[in-house]
């Protein structure tokens, strides 16, 4: 599985690469393929191999129930970083400082600033 890519697109390249090596009459059995795709997911996934190799049979486990759990856990991870991307962003807050003067006060300083300037 390459950097940055989802399960349908690696499952869509593994499928090519098997249909073209069953044409040159190279032919893989379900278990092995299942062991393949299992082998080749990156190490961000090895909690999901590891659940998936001590709760399935790998020899009878169909490729199409691995797809699906597979396609499962990478929705659940694209939704968690979702809800903690929002949680970041709701956590950001502006605060701004508040001064209060009087208008009396601020016509004076500029009255003062102008007679300065022109002294």
Not at 49 to 59: H, S
Request: net charge negative; aromatic share 6%.
């Amino acid at each position: 599985m390459k950097e940055n890519e989802n399960i349908s697109r690696m499952f869509v390249r593994f499928t090519n690469i098997i249909n073209s090596l069953q044409s040159l009459n190279k032919c893989y059995t379900n278990s092995e393929m299942v062991r393949k795709i299992l082998r080749c997911l990156p190490k961000s996934w090895m909690h999901k191999v590891t659940a998936i190799e001590e709760a399935k049979d790998l020899n009878t486990l169909p490729l199409e129930e691995l797809f699906g759990s597979l396609m499962t856990y990478e929705m659940t991870i694209k939704n968690h970083e979702d809800d903690e991307e929002q949680d970041k962003k709701k956590k950001k807050v502006i605060a701004f400082k508040s001064s209060t003067t009087d208008s009396s006060e601020e016509d004076s300083d500029d009255e003062m600033a102008l007679i300065t300037r022109r002294f």
